[in-house]
């Protein structure tokens, strides 16, 4: 589905629920992502500090990690459930988001449940995108922007640090396609399109603020009539 | 019977599903996700939803067995069970879900008795229609015919 000549991305996946980590790898395998599926927080950042080489400058402890388990592994994007028990997404956004090696990788928090607050304090904390379970084929199209965009930081800082004639090489290749925006604005339904609101820039610079509140704005009134009852004022 | 009236058999059977509740939209999207390179994947992730959905609704019943009943911990099963549910398209599963959590809320263990039953009805006879649905289409395949397509519109 449309990825055919993009680099393979990789994608950790966090959720407690079985069920949920078998269709959110199914959602990514499907849309040509290379997945890796975790069932909590600490195994995720487990799985990425073997990625890390040196970070001790988080004073709580995290998990103790083999640095040289999983040399050359890449991950493009963590996208992770909110609710879990012990490290919940948050915290894990919030740890990632700390790291300095590994604060650059894209997180996109999950959750069955629309609460405005929580929407917020994830984009302000980081997250690039909230998507509401259960998670559908055109909430996952939203996901390759994000991974483009980091991977061009890490196009730069390669072309920065490499040789004169690798360099011309890297020169010759055209920017990525964006055909993502295409994909993702024909498969809008009702259902998906609260999401979709958040990813559409209004303005040449969106703050996380501005994005949570696109978020809110989008929602799809069927869906999150009863909650809101009471947030009008949000 | 003959394939093709087996076909239609289906096809007004999963409407029924769609009308009568049992499933919602969601269900259409597990079934877009399978696809040639993964031939069973409806039929794994549902079953896996029973599997774990069994085990969920025996830690509820003890939960809720408990002399000084820990509603926080009732209200975390539940919490599980209604988003597994609503990740297949168990829509009326997970609709009582919904109101089990509410009196989890309250901590109202009297009404929690009464959801605990209702969500335990609704999973048995949610799993009874996946059951009728799966072994109609293995007769379909069987009888070397293929499965016809959801076509639900409105959902």
Redesign the interface.
């Known amino acids: 589905m449309g990825a055919a000549a993009e680099p393979r991305f990789h994608v950790l996946a966090v959720d407690d629920s079985l069920v949920d980590r078998k269709l959110i790898e199914r959602l990514l395998k499907i849309s040509s992502y290379q997945v890796t599926t975790v069932d909590s927080g600490s195994k995720a950042l487990e799985f990425l500090g073997s990625l890390v080489n040196d970070d001790r400058s988080s004073s709580d402890a995290l998990p103790s990690v083999s640095p040289s388990d999983h040399q050359g592994v890449d991950v493009n994007l963590i996208i992770t459930d909110y609710c879990m028990p012990g490290m919940t997404g948050y915290d894990l956004l919030k740890k990632v988001k700390e790291s300095s090696s590994l604060r650059d990788i894209p997180v996109v928090i999950m959750s069955s449940e629309n609460v405005p607050s929580r929407i917020t304090r994830c984009l302000e904390e980081g997250a690039e995108e909230f998507i509401l379970k259960p998670v559908r084929l055109s909430d996952v199209n939203k996901l390759r922007p994000h991974m483009m965009r980091t991977k061009k930081l890490k196009d730069q800082e390669q072309e920065s640090q490499e040789e004169p004639e690798r360099h011309g090489d890297e020169i010759g290749l055209p920017p990525p396609p964006c055909q993502h925006e295409l994909e993702t604005q024909q498969s809008q339904d009702p259902q998906t399109q609260q999401i979709q609101q958040s990813q559409q820039p209004k303005s040449g610079n969106n703050s996380n603020k501005r994005k949570a509140i696109d978020v809110e704005e989008g929602l799809s009134p069927d869906r999150t009539r009863t909650r809101y009852n009471g947030v009008a004022t949000f | 019977m003959e394939v093709g009236q087996m076909q239609r058999r289906l096809v007004e059977f999963t409407k029924s599903l769609f009308v009568e509740g049992f499933l919602d939209?969601?269900f259409l999207?597990?079934q877009?996700?399978q696809?040639d390179s993964?031939p069973d994947?409806v039929v794994?992730?549902v079953s896996?939803?029973f599997q774990?959905s069994e085990k969920l609704l025996n830690d509820l019943t003890s939960a809720l067995e408990q002399q000084d009943v820990d509603f926080k911990k009732v209200d975390?099963h539940v919490?599980?069970l209604?988003?597994?549910s609503?990740?297949?398209?168990a829509q009326r599963v997970k609709n009582a879900c919904v109101v089990f959590r509410s009196f989890c809320e309250e901590q109202n263990l009297q009404e929690c008795m009464r959801c605990l039953q209702l969500v335990k009805q609704e999973f048995y006879l949610a799993k009874n229609k996946f059951e009728t649905l799966f072994t109609m289409e293995q007769q379909i395949v069987a009888a070397g015919g293929s499965i016809p397509a959801t076509e639900i519109t409105s959902f």
Do not use: P
């Not at chain 2, 609503?86 to 398209?89: A, C, D, H, K, N």
């Open positions: 939209g969601q999207q597990l877009q996700l696809d993964n994947f794994e992730v896996l939803f774990d975390a919490h599980q209604k988003g597994s609503s990740s297949i398209g």
